[in-house]
């Protein structure tokens, strides 16, 4: 087990779906861990995931006693009329010592200040935060710490807000999956569904899919729309409307988005040397497994680099979606 309480170089911030997946991230060796409840407050609200107060409590306490922080997602945009579950999330939060609250709303960040002044807050990437007079109006406004960056910036871009934010700090994601709309601006699940990440918290849900066998194949629909046609002998993934096969123009592919895994570990020299604070892995939806590993690795990658020494890029390849990896937009060479 590291020791996740050494802290040179930039945070590890990793993910905890389940109080087990907690656990398993602070004993990998994560510096901060990040949750959320089981509701609509936060963006990974799945069945089987996430928190109740109780479990929160124990997490985060969990967290401390092993020098790991504890940050606690409530990322998704209010309902109209439901303010007060929102509200009673931050409440709660604050309560079981959570050292920081990941927020995209505007009103509940606005709460949030007013009623725990002194409680750090971070600026959700929900919120797409992605000029500096949008980063400065949070900072300077509700006195935002750290503001998590979209996944369609270049590291010259992210070098450049990361400037211009200070003394407000910046996080980017550095594995795990990707998504063709810009954070915060879902609209294909919402429009298939009536359900999205920004809203409720869920993206191609699996109350919309279905299978059925047809000919040769398995067909898998999200919302009544045929998403993806697995080959008999074609492993078969969970169906997501971004990431599906279509066809246009007489050819049949992943129309939207190829389904790839970001995997930016060759560019944590780079990133940190642009003052990029902290390094996020996606995955609230993985197995403990898949956990372990991940962070266990990029621990090693950020110590290594702390120590001055290459770090090795190889060995996360075999735990991307579909064995294949992408550096996203961060190498982007069109605009």
């Excluded at 010592?97 to 007013?114: K, P, V």
């Excluded at 429009?191 to 990440?197: C, D, H, L």
């Excluded at 898949?290 to 060995?315: L, N, P, S």
Aim: hydrophobic share 45%; aromatic share 8%; with cysteine.
């Amino acid at each position: 087990m590291n020791a996740p309480s050494t802290l040179r170089g930039p945070e590890l911030v990793c993910p905890a779906g389940t109080p087990a997946g907690l656990r398993t991230a602070v004993d990998a060796g994560a510096h901060s861990i990040y949750c959320g409840y089981a509701d609509e407050t936060n963006a990974r609200n799945f069945p089987g995931l996430n928190f109740d107060r109780t479990e929160m409590r124990e997490g985060i306490a969990y967290a401390h006693e092993r020098g790991a922080k504890a940050l606690v997602a409530l990322n998704t945009f209010v309902r109209a009329g439901a303010m007060d579950i929102w509200k009673r999330g931050v409440d709660d939060a604050v309560a079981a010592g959570a050292d920081a609250l990941i927020l995209a709303d505007i009103a509940l960040i606005a709460y949030a200040r007013q009623a725990h002044p002194k409680q750090r807050l971070h600026l959700s990437v929900q919120a797409a935060a992605a000029t500096p007079e949008a980063i400065a109006f949070y900072r300077d406004r509700f006195s935002i710490a750290r503001v998590v960056l979209p996944r369609v910036l270049t590291v010259e871009e992210i070098a450049r807000l990361t400037a211009h934010a200070a003394p407000c700090e910046t996080e980017v994601f550095v594995f795990g999956g990707l998504c063709v709309m810009a954070e915060g601006r879902c609209m294909l699940s919402s429009y298939a569904t009536g359900k999205s990440p920004n809203m409720t918290g869920v993206c191609s849900p699996p109350s919309h899919v279905a299978y059925r066998d047809e000919e040769d194949a398995l067909v898998a629909s999200v919302g009544g729309f045929t998403v993806e046609r697995f080959s008999k002998d074609e492993p078969a993934g969970y169906p997501t409307l971004c990431k599906g096969r279509f066809l246009a123009d007489g050819t049949v592919s992943h129309l939207f988005e190829d389904p790839v895994s970001l995997n930016a570990i060759e560019l944590l020299p780079r990133l940190a040397g642009v003052g990029v604070t902290a390094f996020k892995i996606e995955g609230r939806q993985r197995g403990r497994a898949y956990v372990a590993a991940v962070v266990q690795a990029f621990r090693r990658a950020v110590d290594t680099m702390a120590a001055g020494r290459k770090i090795d890029v190889a060995e996360l390849r075999a735990l991307t979606e579909g064995q294949r990896d992408t550096t996203g937009a961060y190498k982007k060479a069109w605009r």
